[in-house]
Protein backbone atom coordinates (compact mmCIF):
# COMPACT_ATOMS: atom_id res chain seq x y z
CA UNK A 1 0.00 0.00 0.00
CA UNK A 2 1.11 3.09 -1.03
CA UNK A 3 0.47 6.66 0.49
CA UNK A 4 -2.69 6.14 1.29
CA UNK A 5 -4.99 6.18 4.51
CA UNK A 6 -5.54 2.59 5.79
CA UNK A 7 -8.73 1.43 6.79
CA UNK A 8 -8.31 -1.40 9.89
CA UNK A 9 -12.10 -2.51 10.46
CA UNK A 10 -12.39 -4.80 13.76
CA UNK A 11 -15.36 -7.17 13.45
CA UNK A 12 -15.96 -8.64 16.94
CA UNK A 13 -18.75 -10.40 15.71
CA UNK A 14 -20.28 -12.15 18.98
CA UNK A 15 -17.68 -11.37 21.33
CA UNK A 16 -16.88 -8.77 23.96
CA UNK A 17 -17.81 -7.58 27.40
CA UNK A 18 -17.48 -5.13 29.78
CA UNK A 19 -13.57 -5.78 30.14
CA UNK A 20 -13.38 -5.13 26.37
CA UNK A 21 -13.47 -1.59 27.20
CA UNK A 22 -10.49 -1.59 29.52
CA UNK A 23 -8.36 -3.91 26.28
CA UNK A 24 -8.78 -1.46 23.64
CA UNK A 25 -7.04 1.21 25.84
CA UNK A 26 -3.86 0.02 24.56
CA UNK A 27 -5.09 0.30 20.69
CA UNK A 28 -5.65 3.94 21.68
CA UNK A 29 -2.88 4.72 22.98
CA UNK A 30 -1.04 3.58 19.93
CA UNK A 31 -2.96 5.99 17.70
CA UNK A 32 -2.68 8.57 19.80
CA UNK A 33 1.70 7.85 19.42
CA UNK A 34 1.31 7.41 16.15
CA UNK A 35 -0.81 9.90 15.20
CA UNK A 36 1.46 11.02 12.08
CA UNK A 37 0.56 8.14 10.07
CA UNK A 38 -2.63 7.66 8.00
CA UNK A 39 -4.73 5.14 9.17
CA UNK A 40 -8.55 4.77 10.33
CA UNK A 41 -9.33 2.03 13.22
CA UNK A 42 -13.43 1.32 13.38
CA UNK A 43 -14.25 -1.39 15.87
CA UNK A 44 -17.13 -2.79 15.11
CA UNK A 45 -18.34 -4.65 18.66
CA UNK A 46 -21.92 -6.36 19.37
CA UNK A 47 -24.79 -3.86 20.14
CA UNK A 48 -24.59 -4.68 23.84
CA UNK A 49 -20.99 -2.95 23.56
CA UNK A 50 -21.67 -0.23 20.85
CA UNK A 51 -22.75 2.92 23.12
CA UNK A 52 -19.48 2.31 25.48
CA UNK A 53 -17.09 2.03 22.59
CA UNK A 54 -18.48 4.77 21.13
CA UNK A 55 -18.69 6.70 24.20
CA UNK A 56 -14.94 5.78 25.28
CA UNK A 57 -13.70 6.21 21.84
CA UNK A 58 -14.95 9.39 21.27
CA UNK A 59 -12.16 11.89 21.60
CA UNK A 60 -9.72 9.70 20.09
CA UNK A 61 -9.20 8.90 16.15
CA UNK A 62 -11.06 5.96 16.66
CA UNK A 63 -14.18 5.53 15.40
CA UNK A 64 -17.18 2.52 16.05
CA UNK A 65 -19.64 0.53 13.38
CA UNK A 66 -22.51 -1.65 14.34
CA UNK A 67 -22.26 -5.19 12.64
CA UNK A 68 -25.71 -5.33 11.21
CA UNK A 69 -28.87 -2.98 11.02
CA UNK A 70 -32.76 -4.21 9.97
CA UNK A 71 -33.83 -3.07 6.98
CA UNK A 72 -36.59 -1.22 8.09
CA UNK A 73 -36.02 3.11 8.72
CA UNK A 74 -39.05 3.42 10.76
CA UNK A 75 -39.23 2.48 13.98
CA UNK A 76 -41.46 -0.58 14.33
CA UNK A 77 -42.78 -3.99 16.08
CA UNK A 78 -39.47 -5.83 15.25
CA UNK A 79 -38.35 -7.25 18.15
CA UNK A 80 -35.20 -8.14 18.87
CA UNK A 81 -33.84 -5.40 15.87
CA UNK A 82 -32.38 -2.34 15.77
CA UNK A 83 -32.41 0.38 12.73
CA UNK A 84 -29.83 2.75 11.02
CA UNK A 85 -31.58 5.59 13.15
CA UNK A 86 -30.83 4.13 16.14
CA UNK A 87 -27.02 2.86 15.20
CA UNK A 88 -26.75 6.96 14.21
CA UNK A 89 -28.14 8.49 17.20
CA UNK A 90 -25.06 6.31 19.52
CA UNK A 91 -22.49 8.45 17.63
CA UNK A 92 -22.05 5.02 15.58
CA UNK A 93 -20.19 6.38 11.78
CA UNK A 94 -20.28 2.47 9.94
CA UNK A 95 -22.54 -0.50 9.63
CA UNK A 96 -21.15 -3.37 8.03
CA UNK A 97 -23.64 -5.26 5.50
CA UNK A 98 -23.58 -8.55 3.45
CA UNK A 99 -21.43 -10.29 6.07
CA UNK A 100 -21.67 -14.02 5.13
CA UNK A 101 -22.17 -15.09 8.55
CA UNK A 102 -25.59 -13.00 7.54
CA UNK A 103 -26.24 -14.32 4.44
CA UNK A 104 -25.70 -17.84 5.83
CA UNK A 105 -29.11 -17.00 7.47
CA UNK A 106 -30.77 -16.23 5.12
CA UNK A 107 -29.62 -12.43 3.96
CA UNK A 108 -29.92 -12.01 0.21
CA UNK A 109 -28.55 -9.33 -2.14
CA UNK A 110 -31.88 -7.62 -1.97
CA UNK A 111 -32.81 -7.48 1.23
CA UNK A 112 -29.01 -6.03 1.85
CA UNK A 113 -30.09 -3.51 -0.59
CA UNK A 114 -32.62 -2.46 1.44
CA UNK A 115 -30.15 -2.09 4.42
CA UNK A 116 -27.70 0.13 2.81
CA UNK A 117 -30.64 2.05 1.44
CA UNK A 118 -31.45 2.82 5.09
CA UNK A 119 -28.14 3.26 6.43
CA UNK A 120 -27.17 5.66 3.63
CA UNK A 121 -30.45 7.51 4.39
CA UNK A 122 -29.16 7.91 8.05
CA UNK A 123 -25.72 8.69 6.68
CA UNK A 124 -23.47 5.86 7.99
CA UNK A 125 -21.18 4.31 6.08
CA UNK A 126 -21.95 0.90 4.51
CA UNK A 127 -18.84 -1.61 4.71
CA UNK A 128 -20.02 -4.28 2.24
CA UNK A 129 -19.25 -7.62 2.42
CA UNK A 130 -18.86 -9.90 -0.59
CA UNK A 131 -17.22 -12.70 -1.71
CA UNK A 132 -17.60 -15.97 -2.91
CA UNK A 133 -18.32 -19.46 -1.21
CA UNK A 134 -15.88 -22.69 -1.69
CA UNK A 135 -18.17 -24.49 -3.51
CA UNK A 136 -19.02 -21.39 -6.08
CA UNK A 137 -15.32 -21.17 -6.56
CA UNK A 138 -14.57 -24.64 -7.29
CA UNK A 139 -17.70 -24.41 -9.83
CA UNK A 140 -15.88 -21.65 -11.46
CA UNK A 141 -18.35 -18.99 -10.59
CA UNK A 142 -16.57 -16.40 -8.64
CA UNK A 143 -17.20 -13.51 -10.76
CA UNK A 144 -20.59 -14.46 -11.61
CA UNK A 145 -21.54 -14.06 -7.93
CA UNK A 146 -19.32 -10.92 -7.11
CA UNK A 147 -21.19 -9.37 -10.25
CA UNK A 148 -24.51 -10.32 -8.73
CA UNK A 149 -23.58 -9.38 -5.41
CA UNK A 150 -22.55 -5.94 -6.48
CA UNK A 151 -25.08 -5.12 -9.14
CA UNK A 152 -28.00 -5.96 -6.34
CA UNK A 153 -26.68 -4.97 -3.59
CA UNK A 154 -25.48 -1.38 -4.53
CA UNK A 155 -28.73 -0.68 -6.90
CA UNK A 156 -30.40 3.01 -6.26
CA UNK A 157 -27.29 4.10 -4.58
CA UNK A 158 -26.33 8.03 -5.06
CA UNK A 159 -23.00 7.40 -7.28
CA UNK A 160 -21.49 10.10 -4.89
CA UNK A 161 -21.70 7.90 -1.77
CA UNK A 162 -19.26 6.74 0.02
CA UNK A 163 -18.87 2.73 0.14
CA UNK A 164 -16.72 0.60 1.59
CA UNK A 165 -15.82 -2.65 -0.17
CA UNK A 166 -14.72 -5.75 1.85
CA UNK A 167 -13.62 -8.49 -0.39
CA UNK A 168 -14.00 -11.58 2.03
CA UNK A 169 -13.74 -15.24 0.32
CA UNK A 170 -16.46 -16.92 2.48
CA UNK A 171 -13.74 -20.14 2.62
CA UNK A 172 -11.01 -17.73 4.15
CA UNK A 173 -13.25 -16.47 7.13
CA UNK A 174 -11.69 -18.11 10.11
CA UNK A 175 -10.03 -20.81 8.21
CA UNK A 176 -6.65 -19.28 8.87
CA UNK A 177 -6.28 -20.05 4.54
CA UNK A 178 -5.79 -16.54 2.07
CA UNK A 179 -5.99 -16.58 -1.23
CA UNK A 180 -2.42 -15.96 -3.23
CA UNK A 181 -2.05 -12.66 -4.09
CA UNK A 182 -2.07 -13.67 -7.75
CA UNK A 183 -5.81 -14.87 -7.26
CA UNK A 184 -6.87 -11.72 -4.83
CA UNK A 185 -5.14 -9.29 -7.07
CA UNK A 186 -7.63 -10.95 -10.28
CA UNK A 187 -10.67 -10.77 -8.06
CA UNK A 188 -9.74 -7.30 -6.60
CA UNK A 189 -8.98 -5.97 -10.32
CA UNK A 190 -12.52 -7.21 -11.41
CA UNK A 191 -14.33 -6.27 -8.33
CA UNK A 192 -13.27 -2.64 -9.23
CA UNK A 193 -14.11 -2.90 -12.26
CA UNK A 194 -17.89 -3.59 -11.49
CA UNK A 195 -18.14 -1.17 -8.29
CA UNK A 196 -16.40 1.79 -10.06
CA UNK A 197 -19.33 1.92 -12.71
CA UNK A 198 -22.14 1.93 -10.01
CA UNK A 199 -20.00 4.50 -7.38
CA UNK A 200 -17.02 6.95 -7.47
CA UNK A 201 -16.20 7.51 -4.08
CA UNK A 202 -15.30 3.52 -2.36
CA UNK A 203 -12.77 1.90 -0.95
CA UNK A 204 -11.90 -1.44 -0.91
CA UNK A 205 -10.76 -3.97 2.01
CA UNK A 206 -9.46 -7.76 2.25
CA UNK A 207 -10.93 -10.02 4.95
CA UNK A 208 -10.20 -13.43 5.96
CA UNK A 209 -8.42 -14.58 8.61
CA UNK A 210 -5.95 -11.51 8.63
CA UNK A 211 -3.39 -12.08 10.91
CA UNK A 212 0.22 -10.76 12.06
CA UNK A 213 1.72 -13.45 10.20
CA UNK A 214 0.41 -12.81 6.93
CA UNK A 215 -0.18 -9.30 6.99
CA UNK A 216 2.98 -8.35 5.22
CA UNK A 217 1.81 -10.68 2.21
CA UNK A 218 -1.44 -9.25 1.74
CA UNK A 219 -0.17 -5.78 2.05
CA UNK A 220 1.90 -6.28 -1.04
CA UNK A 221 -1.37 -5.51 -2.84
CA UNK A 222 -1.42 -1.87 -3.90
CA UNK A 223 -5.17 -1.97 -4.94
CA UNK A 224 -5.89 -2.35 -0.92
CA UNK A 225 -7.38 -0.19 0.94
CA UNK A 226 -7.18 -1.98 4.17
CA UNK A 227 -8.54 -4.73 5.63
CA UNK A 228 -11.71 -6.38 7.72
CA UNK A 229 -10.06 -8.27 10.24
CA UNK A 230 -12.24 -10.56 12.72
CA UNK A 231 -10.60 -13.17 15.26
CA UNK A 232 -7.21 -11.82 15.80
CA UNK A 233 -8.79 -7.76 16.11
CA UNK A 234 -10.15 -9.01 19.61
CA UNK A 235 -6.46 -8.92 20.79
CA UNK A 236 -5.14 -5.38 21.20
CA UNK A 237 -1.45 -6.87 20.88
CA UNK A 238 -2.40 -8.50 17.38
CA UNK A 239 -4.16 -5.71 15.74
CA UNK A 240 -1.42 -3.19 16.93
CA UNK A 241 1.29 -5.67 15.23
CA UNK A 242 -0.79 -5.85 12.13
CA UNK A 243 -1.18 -2.34 11.80
CA UNK A 244 2.49 -1.71 12.65
CA UNK A 245 3.46 -4.17 9.67
CA UNK A 246 1.68 -2.61 7.05
CA UNK A 247 3.50 0.69 7.67
CA UNK A 248 6.88 -1.56 7.29
P1 LIG B 1 -11.60 -13.60 10.43
O1 LIG B 1 -13.02 -12.91 10.13
O2 LIG B 1 -10.56 -12.51 10.35
O3 LIG B 1 -11.75 -14.17 11.80
O4 LIG B 1 -11.40 -14.62 9.38
C1 LIG B 1 -13.17 -11.91 9.18
C2 LIG B 1 -14.60 -11.51 9.07
O5 LIG B 1 -15.49 -12.36 9.24
O6 LIG B 1 -14.92 -10.34 8.83
Known amino acids: MTNKIRYFIANWKMYGDLSSLKS???????SRLNSTKKFRIIYCPPYTLLG???????????????????????????????????????????VILGHSENRALGEDNKHINNKILSAIKSKLTVILCIGETITQKKNKKTKTILKKQIEVCLKGINKKKRVIIAYEPVWSIG???????????????FIKSIVSKKIKNYKILYGGSVNPNNIKKLNEIDLLDGFLIGGASQ?????IDIITKTFK
Open 175 to 189: TGIIPTNIELKKNLQ
Open 52 to 94: DFSRVVKKTSLETGAQNIHANFDFGANTGFVNSKMIKNLGVKY
Open 235 to 239: SSKKL
Open 24 to 30: IQKVIKF
